[in-house]
């Protein structure tokens, strides 16, 4: 690797944006990797470094390009839940159904992780599949439920995701609902929003 490209990692993974300017203006490439295959971009979003990423997408940074855990910067947006980070990545027309290694888009670890803010601005500006399934055999609704805490901000997305049309009656792969799920883990509030969904 030559010394711009690493120049811009760092300074991209640091959130340098005056760094990653001068970088990229001395000639480092946009989408240079480093040893695990992640672009600067991916870095700054790791990094919630949003300055810094919206240089590199306006510089025609690929909010796609996969590191070897199969993680983008796209992706990493959901698993981080910065609403900033979301409205700098947009733009650049990330692939909506692009696929992490658990075979999840980035609705299913923002659920998971109770980021309804992500989760409520994600459903409100794209249509992304709410119902999509991951190798675990699990939807966001589901993922919400079963990892979640059962506390207001998982309250939340499941109010959210029903909002958007989510089938509340798809079970995972062992034939278990949602609701058997909340019903099961003692999360009252979000079993009786799940009863009012069917």
């Known amino acids: 690797m030559n010394a711009l490209d690493q120049e811009l990692l760092d300074a991209a993974r640091t959130g340098h944006p005056d760094r990653v300017r001068a970088a990229i203006g001395g000639g480092a490439r946009v989408d240079c990797r480093d040893e695990e295959l992640r672009t600067p971009l991916l870095l700054a979003v790791h990094g919630d470094h949003v300055e810094a990423a919206r240089l590199l997408v306006a510089a025609g940074a690929d909010p796609d390009a996969q590191d070897t855990r199969e993680e983008s910067p796209w992706l990493a947006t959901g698993v981080t839940g910065s609403v900033r980070m979301l409205h700098v990545l947009l733009p650049a027309g990330p692939d909506l159904t692009l696929r992490n290694r658990f075979g999840g888009i980035a609705l299913i670890p923002a659920s998971e992780r109770g980021h309804a803010a992500y989760v409520r601005?994600?459903?409100?500006?794209?249509?992304?599949?709410?119902?999509?399934?991951?190798?675990l055999g699990w939807t966001a609704l589901l993922e919400a439920v079963i990892l979640g805490d059962g506390g207001r901000a998982h309250q939340e997305i499941v109010e959210l995701l029903l909002a958007a049309g989510a089938d509340a009656g798809l079970p995972d792969a062992d034939g278990t609902s949602?609701?058997?799920?909340?019903?099961?883990?003692?999360?009252?509030?979000?079993?009786?929003?799940?009863?009012?969904a069917r």
């Not at 994600?122 to 190798?135: A, E, S």
């Not at 949602?178 to 009012?196: D, K, P, S, T, V």
Request: proline fraction near 0%; avoid cysteine.
């Open 121 to 135: 601005e994600l459903l409100r500006l794209t249509d992304i599949d709410v119902d999509h399934v991951n190798r």
């Open 178 to 196: 949602a609701l058997e799920h909340a019903e099961r883990r003692g999360f009252a509030e979000i079993a009786a929003r799940l009863r009012g």
